[in-house]
């Protein structure tokens, strides 16, 4: 049988495509003439398509249509938002943000005006008791009651909106006020852009009594005065009965002055909550600015932060130290954890048994101090001990360890933890948006590269330039920067790599740290209050010192005169020669060990050391005493400062905790 469209012969009997050109094959024989049916079995039913090609495509189709993926089924499911919610309330005459009184509000993307009300008053009211009761209106950062979209006759939905305006969620902000100050100021406010007030008046002379109510002065009346004046009325009437000699001028009242400038200066809300400036838009173009405060510290942007978390709410972790990271993914990715718990942790002794007692503090620094002492030398990071970069990794992607990693330094710093210390500065600048970049050769460890990079700096012509960059054109192509490169170029042809190498090539695992790392509002607070947590999380050359131990531990004293304050005041003089001796390395442990062992931490947190850190004394052991949950370390009363030395050491060293970080 032969194909009546091409002509190939036919291996099979009755098919029904041609194997060459894939057209359906009619029922013909060899020449057109029909082939009687010689077998019993019913004809097939015609089928559906006249090619091959047209079934494989709609199959194609049905295959992309049902299989969703691994990103679809995500954004399929209900995702939660986080919004700023503040407060206005009448100043100057009109509605104005109150400082300090912002607070985020997690939500839903699709909720609407009325809704987002309730919760906006609800939220504000739990976390400022000194809310007024009363009837609330949601108004937009100008003024106006949310009803509508702006510029639309949509009814207000968050996800519509937050799409109109062009922002992220965490950088929305919309504001509740009393029903009753909305009504007393209308629907003005100072946010708007209308022309001020401006008092015009001719300059008395020196003989002349300033008279206020002076019939030269003319009041150019605004839209928010009490009416609009003709052009005759605004047009200042000069009195010429003055001398000819003397020049005339209009000066301007330095009230109404500070009242125009007032007027357009940006709201700019210097507070510590997480929101931004309401006029960002308006601050290039304008010369007087309100300064923003610059002197928060740490310490208090986090503890702002740790005000999310519920102490009456705990999330489980059972930790081995041997083994502290195996433990920590499991507590992490447990269904019943919440960033917002507090945490509790309990420790496996050697033999496998639990810790006797509660996790009021200490086992939480402790674990916290592992866990951030562990990340750093994960397979996610490359680059210098000091000088850390994301680098893909196909296991770590497919475990979503990127995510784990940003959620476990966010928990770590706000839960009174350490910080990393150890990530690039270029990678920081990269998260917050700043364009600064330094990179040199030495921050790549792949040796390969490394050489092929150092031979570009150090070709001493153009001509052994490219035949390097030649040499190596995969390299550079893969990188985007394959191209013809002066020599005066070669710096920046190799900072352009880079770049590449260490930010633009792992976008995709440094948008998930990201993602880890905005949990419990870190990474926003990252980007607004920059200048302040960015050394939180680079290296830090300072170390500590005996000074700040000494400084740090306040002890507790017996009154003045007693005979135990004699032992006290020679115990604490053992104490000092100690940590000097550990800061010039005399001593077995360090100073990062003796704080460990007396706080759980071996660096100080930023966001610091709570309660405050005591000495105390005992007399019936010979080796110190540790509560890392209250932060005393117990020193035993010795006769000789070589025993002292010798009992801290062996005491310490000893401890369930030491060696493990």
């Known amino acids: 049988m032969y194909c009546p469209n091409c002509g190939k012969e036919l291996v099979e009997l009755s098919p029904n495509f041609c194997s060459s050109c894939g057209k359906r094959i009619q029922d013909v024989g060899v020449g057109g003439t029909p082939q009687p049916s010689t077998s019993a079995i019913p004809p097939c039913p015609t089928p559906a398509f006249s090619t091959f090609r047209e079934y494989q495509q709609k199959k194609n189709e049905e295959r992309q249509k049902y299989s969703l993926g691994r990103k679809r089924l995500k954004h399929n499911g209900k995702i939660k938002v986080r919004i700023n919610v503040g407060l206005m309330v009448i100043q100057k005459g009109g509605l104005r943000p109150l400082r300090g009184k912002t607070v985020s509000l997690t939500t839903d993307p699709d909720i609407s005006s009325t809704t987002l009300l309730s919760q906006a008053v609800k939220k504000m009211k739990d976390f400022n008791k000194d809310v007024k009761d009363g009837p609330f209106l949601l108004l937009y950062p100008d003024g106006t009651e949310v009803i509508n979209i702006p510029g639309t006759q949509r009814p207000f939905i968050l996800g519509a909106y937050k799409a109109e305006v062009g922002k992220p969620y965490q950088r929305i902000t919309v ?23 401006i008092v015009f008046k001719k300059k008395p002379r020196p003989w002349e ?21 003709d052009e005759e009325q605004q047009v200042l009437d000069l009195d010429n009965r003055n001398d000819p000699g003397t020049s005339e001028c209009l000066t301007v009242q330095s009230s109404c002055y500070r009242n125009y400038t007032n007027l357009f200066e940006p709201i700019v809300i210097d507070s510590e909550d997480d929101v931004e400036d309401l006029t960002q838009d308006k601050e290039k173009d304008l010369s007087t600015e309100e300064p923003v405060e610059t002197n928060v510290q740490a310490h208090e942007i986090i503890a702002h932060l740790a005000l999310a978390i519920d102490h009456k709410k705990i999330s489980r972790f059972n930790i081995c130290r041997s083994d502290v990271w195996d433990g920590a993914v499991r507590g992490f990715q447990r269904s019943t954890y919440s960033d917002n718990n507090d945490m509790f942790i309990r420790f496996n002794d050697d033999a496998g048994c639990f810790e006797e007692g509660l996790d009021t503090g200490g086992p939480r620094r402790e674990f916290l101090t592992l866990l951030t002492s562990h990340l750093r030398n994960r397979p996610i990071f490359d680059g210098p001990s000091e ?10 992607a497919r475990e979503d360890e990127y995510f784990l990693a940003g959620k476990m ?9 350490p910080a990393p210390h150890f990530l690039s500065k270029n990678l920081v600048n990269h998260m917050i948006g700043n364009p600064s970049f330094s990179a040199t050769v030495e921050d790549v460890k792949d ?22 960059i030649l040499q190596n054109s995969t390299m550079f192509q893969t990188a985007g920067c394959l191209r013809s490169v002066k020599a005066c170029e070669k710096q920046a042809f190799v900072e352009e790599y880079l770049r590449w190498y260490i930010i633009d090539r792992n976008h995709g695992a440094i948008q998930r740290f990201k993602d880890g790392l905005a949990s419990l509002g870190f990474l926003p607070a990252l980007q607004q209050h920059s200048s302040v ?19 740090m531990f306040r002890p507790d004293l017996s009154p003045a005169g007693s005979n135990r304050r004699q032992k006290e005041s020679k115990t604490l003089g053992f104490w000092a020669d100690y940590l000097l001796d550990s800061e010039e390395k005399m001593t077995a442990v360090s100073l990062e060990d003796l704080l460990m062992f007396a706080t759980g931490l071996a660096a100080l947190p930023p966001a610091g050391i709570i309660p405050p850190p005591r000495l105390e004394f005992l007399s019936d052991s010979p080796f110190p005493v540790a509560n890392t949950c209250a932060n005393t370390l117990k020193l035993p009363f010795l006769e000789s400062y070589r025993v002292f030395k010798a009992n801290m050491d062996f005491g310490i060293q000893n401890a369930p905790g030491f060696g493990c970080y």
């Open 533 to 551: 947590l960015s050394p939180v999380l680079c290296f830090s050359a300072k170390a500590l010192t005996a000074s700040d131990l000494e400084t």
């Open 409 to 417: 330094i966010a928990v770590s710093i706000v839960h009174g933890g």
């Open 447 to 468: 040796e390969e590269i490394g050489k092929v990079l150092q031979q570009v700096l150090e070709a001493e012509s153009e001509e052994s330039l490219q035949n390097v």
């Open 209 to 229: 009594p300033l008279d206020e109510s002076s019939p030269l002065q003319q009041v150019a009346e605004t839209e928010n005065g009490v009416g609009d004046l």
């Open 387 to 396: 000088n850390r970069y994301l680098v893909y990794n196909s296991r770590a």
């Open 175 to 197: 504001f509740i006020c009393l029903k009753r100050d909305f009504e007393e100021v209308g629907n003005l406010s100072d946010l708007s852009d209308s022309d001020p007030e």
